[in-house]
């Protein structure tokens, strides 16, 4: 089924390029960053929701169940009340840590590039 969030929609597992198998796992809105801020260390659902103040609630549970499922990060549930849960990299998730920094580096210099072209438009007289 092909959705306007999920534009392509192949099983990872069976298609032939361990590229699209890979960018299934970190695609999604927020994926990358989650990510990368459980690279620093374990989080607490609260603190990964005040790490991204614009991503909704519902959104935020959403990429972080994808995330288990697909290993990369672990839920632990520790018991009190009310219940705490933390997340942290799954040694699959750790694999990423380059990856995600070179994406990280690209992006930086991707906005910077992007920016100086619309200032540079912006300053043309017309």
Not at 38 to 45: K, N, W
Request: charged share 25%; net charge positive.
């Amino acid at each position: 089924m092909i959705t306007a969030a999920y534009p392509y929609k192949a099983d990872p597992l069976r298609d032939d390029c361990p590229l699209n198998a890979a960018i299934h796992v970190i695609r999604g809105r927020w994926k990358a960053c989650i990510l990368h801020e459980l690279l620093a260390g374990p989080r607490r659902f609260t603190e990964l929701r005040t790490s991204f103040p614009g991503v909704a609630t519902q959104a935020l549970s959403m990429q972080l169940r994808q995330l288990e499922a697909d290993g990369v990060i672990l839920r632990t549930v520790h018991e009190g009340r009310p219940a705490r849960v933390e997340y942290r990299i799954a040694p699959d998730g750790e694999a990423l840590l380059g990856i995600l920094d070179s994406l990280r580096s690209w992006g930086e210099g991707y906005l910077q590039r992007q920016t100086a072209a619309r200032l540079r438009e912006e300053a043309v007289p017309v």
